[in-house]
């Protein structure tokens, strides 16, 4: 190969890759690690989603479904959204079944993104976000949400950064590092800022399902957001399926029908086990969701009142299964803190600022682990902060 000529495209060279990962892939080469980093739960997929599986195996279902989904899944998908959150798709037109909430994300920013439009990004987020709107042609717009406002946009803040060129803004309620709930009131906030610049909005709603405190709002029951929406959600967090990898996206047909064409070119459809699965579980799963719910719930009151016990001062996340603690109590940068925690204690977090500038001087500690080793994990960080405070 040309060694004077680099083959990878620029964007591509440019990206950081993983911060998570970085952390992830140190701790598994240690020994007595406990992870409280990677966001999975760690209840196993119930056993009617399994079992239907391995019917599907077994009775041969091992083809290609059409290219948007099984249509019962679809159906299944569109009774379920209408129920649980009050929100109606058409099976047949405006839902696609996807190779997880990732690939739906992915797929949305393409269809929507012409060459350097903007996508505002709230920050913390899921690192995806950012490289994904990137990947698409399109360039991130960071908006820095604060720890007094427990890390929520405020309006004034989308109104400083929409330009020409935005398109759209991009949410996550619960959030992914921060677990913040969006209430109603401030969905509509954000709303009608997207009604007054005509802007879409990309809500990943993929931990809908935990939420502890308050019943969960969608953005697209929100007053006349329905037809400005695009839809993200899956089965990976809260039926305890990521490794299924299988999502969704529901939005108005003209949406849905530009997705399906790059799903098609480049996915072809999810797999087919995978499906059945899905649709077993949302037969059958509401059960096992209301357990790891009430079990999630549990272990958040846990580790947050020791976490502030300790002195890392931490809100109560309304919903996913992330705490976000201030750490600057110790001295030391957010990176400096989860490689010391790792090697000194064996407890492995994610430092806050891989997931956005505002990130810095917190952690994510995932509470997906099992009580005993939540409370392992806690004594030896409240040893690490003892040793570390200022």
């Given at each position: 190969m040309n060694q004077t000529k680099s083959y990878i495209a620029d964007k591509v060279a440019e990206m950081k890759p993983s911060g998570i990962r970085r952390f992830f892939d140190l701790a598994s080469n240690m020994e007595g690690v406990i992870s409280l980093g990677v966001?999975?739960?760690?209840?196993?997929?119930?056993?009617?989603a399994r079992e239907a599986a391995i019917l599907s195996l077994e009775q041969g279902y091992t083809s290609y479904?059409?290219?948007?989904g099984m249509l019962e899944l679809r159906e299944e998908i569109s009774s379920y959204m209408n129920r649980r959150f009050h929100v109606e798709y058409n099976p047949k037109s405006e839902i696609i079944v996807t190779v997880g909430a990732s690939q739906a994300i992915d797929i949305a920013l393409r269809a929507i993104l012409n060459p350097d439009e903007e996508v505002i990004v709230l920050e913390p987020c899921f690192v995806a976000y950012a490289p994904l709107v990137t990947l698409a042609g399109g360039n991130p717009v960071p908006v820095q949400t604060l720890k007094e406002n427990e890390f929520k946009v405020l309006p004034e803040q989308l109104e400083a950064v929409i330009t020409a060129k935005t398109k759209a803004i991009m949410i996550c309620s619960p959030s992914n590092p921060t677990g913040s709930l969006l209430s109603a009131s401030e969905l509509e906030a954000i709303a009608n800022v997207a009604k007054k610049h005509d802007l879409l909005i990309i809500s990943d709603e993929i931990y809908a399902e935990l939420c502890y405190d308050e019943e969960y709002t969608s953005m697209a029951a929100i007053n006349e957001m329905w037809d400005r929406t695009l839809?993200?959600?899956?089965?990976?967090?809260?039926?305890?399926?990521?490794?299924?990898?299988?999502?969704?996206?529901c939005a108005p047909e003209e949406l849905t029908q530009a997705m399906l064409k790059i799903h098609q070119y480049s996915l072809m459809c999810a797999p087919t086990?995978?499906?059945?699965?899905?649709?077993e579980a949302?037969?059958?799963?509401?059960?096992?969701?209301?357990?790891?719910?009430?079990?999630?719930?549990?272990?958040?009151?846990?580790?947050v009142q020791s976490l502030n016990d300790m002195?890392?001062?931490c809100h109560i996340p309304g919903g996913a299964f992330y705490a976000f603690p201030d750490i600057t109590a110790t001295g030391l940068t957010s990176e400096q803190f989860a490689e010391k925690l790792l090697m000194e204690e064996k407890v492995a977090v994610v430092p806050g600022n891989v997931f956005g500038e505002s990130g810095e001087g917190h952690i994510r500690c995932s509470y997906a682990s099992s009580l005993e080793q939540l409370q392992e994990a806690l004594k030896r960080m409240?040893?690490?902060t003892d040793r570390y405070r200022q």
């Open positions: 966001g999975e739960p760690d209840f196993v997929t119930s056993w009617s479904t059409a290219n948007p839809l993200i959600s899956g089965f990976s967090k809260g039926f305890a399926m990521t490794g299924w990898r299988l999502g969704f996206v086990m995978a499906q059945f699965a899905g649709l949302l037969k059958s799963g509401s059960n096992d969701v209301e357990d790891m719910r009430k079990s999630y719930r549990r272990r958040r009151n846990l580790v002195g890392l001062s409240k040893d690490f």
